[in-house]
């Protein structure tokens, strides 16, 4: 069973640039989540999409932006870059979602996209 | 902020022995996991363990859980050179609540 694909690996992009990152969650997995990593921060949640909605945003701008697609596969996207930007992007999936419910199972983490932004 | 604490941030220790670290939260919770992150890479879970559950082994690992002082610790024995890595608590609270992770524990172990 593929696991969790996560590209681009690595991406350089300058300020004010716009990117996308892409997920695709194990085969059956309906909830993909996305995760910002930094030093200074550590793992921050940033959304969960679980049959193509929302379920629940973390805190962060509206600069940060996703969605998902029927196939489960999930895309974010960052506008008008920041330095402060820069980070280690995760998605993980699983089969129930992260946000509600009970009981969460484990999440599957991708090898996650390095974002450095200049 | 309700990100958890990890204590300690860092660990160095033998190979052959045992590393424990530990993980406070803030909130009631729904279960708990650790995860194991190697350099820069994804995370790897390693272990659940449910809220009415106090202890639980996997292989090498054991869990512990005290949700009256809203704390876990995860033990490591007979540690191992590929064992080098970081640590992450998770946890989420009931209702549409998010995933927080914690601080996470980086562990060495030296050959």
């Known amino acids: 069973k593929a696991g969790v694909t996560q590209t681009p690996r690595y991406l350089i992009k300058t300020r004010g640039q716009q990117v996308t990152l892409s997920c695709s969650p194990i085969?059956?997995?309906?909830?993909v989540s996305w995760y910002q990593q930094t030093p200074g921060q550590g793992l921050q949640f940033l959304f969960e999409?679980?049959?193509?909605?929302?379920?629940n945003k973390g805190n962060f701008p509206g600069r940060f932006s996703g969605r998902q697609f029927s196939n489960s596969r999930s895309e974010m996207n960052v506008s008008t870059l920041e330095l402060g930007d820069s980070a280690l992007y995760l998605c993980?999936?699983?089969?129930?979602?992260?946000?509600?419910?009970?009981?969460?199972?484990?999440?599957?983490f991708g090898e996650g996209s390095r974002l450095t932004v200049l | 902020s309700q990100q958890g604490e990890e204590d300690p941030q860092a660990l160095s220790i033998q190979e052959g022995e045992n590393a424990t670290m530990n993980c406070s939260y803030k909130t009631s919770i729904n279960n708990l996991q650790w995860y194991r992150q190697n350099s820069g890479r994804g995370l790897v879970h390693l272990i659940l363990i449910r809220s009415n559950e106090r202890e639980k082994h996997s292989g090498r690992l054991r869990v512990t859980l005290d949700t009256s002082k809203k704390s876990s610790s995860l033990l490591i024995t007979a540690s191992r050179a590929a064992d080098t890595a970081s640590y992450f608590c998770?946890?989420?609270?009931?209702?549409?609540?998010?995933?927080?992770f914690g601080t996470g524990t980086k562990l060495q172990v030296i050959p």
């Open positions: 998770a946890y989420r609270s009931g209702g549409y609540q998010k995933v927080t």
């Open positions: 999409y679980f049959s193509e909605t929302q379920r």
């Open positions: 085969s059956g997995h309906r909830s």
């Open positions: 993980a999936s699983s089969l129930r979602p992260v946000t509600g419910g009970m009981n969460t199972g484990e999440l599957f």
